[in-house]
Each structure stands twice: as structure tokens, then as C-alpha cells.
């Protein structure tokens, strides 16, 4: 008999929950008793919370004062701490690269952008650079006289084109016995000054960049330093430009 019952169960039908009647079906799926306490539960903790709030809010004294009242600001409804633009510790491009990569690596671009640098600077001499101070030349005569009178090009012994001239100014002798190398054609000079402005842009970015690096090893360096559990004192805060210093307290080696 009892055999008799169980294949009788193995033969019903699998329970179904009703669903929506089709008529409703605009309001989405039928909600359940589960679905109903989730919600139900979700309502009275924010319900909760407000008369928390409420009662915090009446029992508030309005004499109260905090420092951080003036430090903090309210953004989107949370309290944030006020920090000035020149205050920034850390740059994002900075948080990126300490995060991924390693001092070695770091100290290593370093010196290859370093020795770039050097290579430019020699290829270039910075001789007509734009951010170079401009040289002068004091030339002395015997009176007034002659400072009236004085004509550049003829003292310098070279043709008046050629006197703004900081470099490749040849004299009138040289011109006259020599043939002239190079591009002497407007096109061609204003060609090679373009390529040249370029290359200066391309070093003063090079220069930029050694510099972040410099700074990305030192902070780097820096909290690699502080997970000693040697006594410190900070002495001066961290930058944008620079890592933060701290004293160490002296060991004496054994």
C-alpha cells in the first residue's frame, strides 16, 4: 500500500506559483510574500533612520561648535574635508603609476629620459632656444662721439643681415673667400627653424617629464621608508611637486 502512495506522488503535477493575471501584466511580475518582506524591510529601516535623524536634530544644541565645521564642506550630502589646490598630495597621473609600477622601473625611465635630454641638449646647444636668457655684449669706445656714429656691423666685421645673428655669423672676409654651405633659399631656413622650435617643444617636454618621475621615485622611496618601525617625525608635508620628509630617530649599529 505504502509503494502504492509513493508512486502516486511521483506521478503529480510540480507546484506552480499563481502568476499575474493577464490583465495586471502591466505591472510586472506578481509580488510574492519574499518580495514583500525585502520591501517591507527596506521601508522601515529608512523609515528608522529618519526618526533617528529627526530626534538627533531636535536635541542638537545650535551653540555647538567643531574646528572641522570650517575645514569640511557638504557634497551631495556627505561631509568632505576642504584642500586647497596647492595642498594636493598626490596627482591622479601619480596615483596611477605608484600603484602599477615599481622604483626601479620609475628610476630607471628616469635615467633614460635623462641621458634624452642630455643627447638633445647637445645635438641643440640651445644657442636660439626661447626660454634662454638673452646674452649681452657691451662693446667700450672713447666718446660720445663715436657712440653716436657707431655702426654694429662694421666693428663686428660681418654684413648688417647677418648681426641679430647669435651664431653661424661669418665675417666679410670669410663671405668673400669662402662659398656659402648650407640652405641660403627663405623656404629652407624657415623649414629648419620650424624643425628646430619643434625639437625644443620635444625637450622642454622631456625636462617635465624627468621631473614627475624624479618626484614619483621619491614618494615611492618615501612610504617604502615609512613601514619602518623606527620613531619618526614629519618635518614637512607631501606636495605635488615634491615627497613628503620625515626624521628618523638615530639607531646606534651594534
Known sequence: MSSFRKALKSRQRNHHERSQPGFR??????????DYKLRANDYHKKQNTLSALRKKALDKNPDEFYFKMISSKLEDGVHMMKKNKEEVEVTEEQKKVMRTQDIKYVEMKRVSEAKKIERMKGELHLLDAESKQKNKHTFFVDSKKEVKTFDLASHLNTAPELVDRVYNRPTLHTLETKSIQGAVDT????KLARQRKHQYKMLSQRVDREKKLFVISQKIQTRK????????????????NSAAIYKFEAKRKR
Open 25 to 34: 501584466k502591466n505591472l510586472g511580475l506578481l509580488e510574492k510574500k519574499k
Open 187 to 190: 623656404p629652407t631656413q624657415e
Open 225 to 240: 621608508d615609512l613601514q619602518d618601525k623606527t620613531k619618526k617625525v614629519k618635518v614637512k608635508k607631501e606636495t605635488a
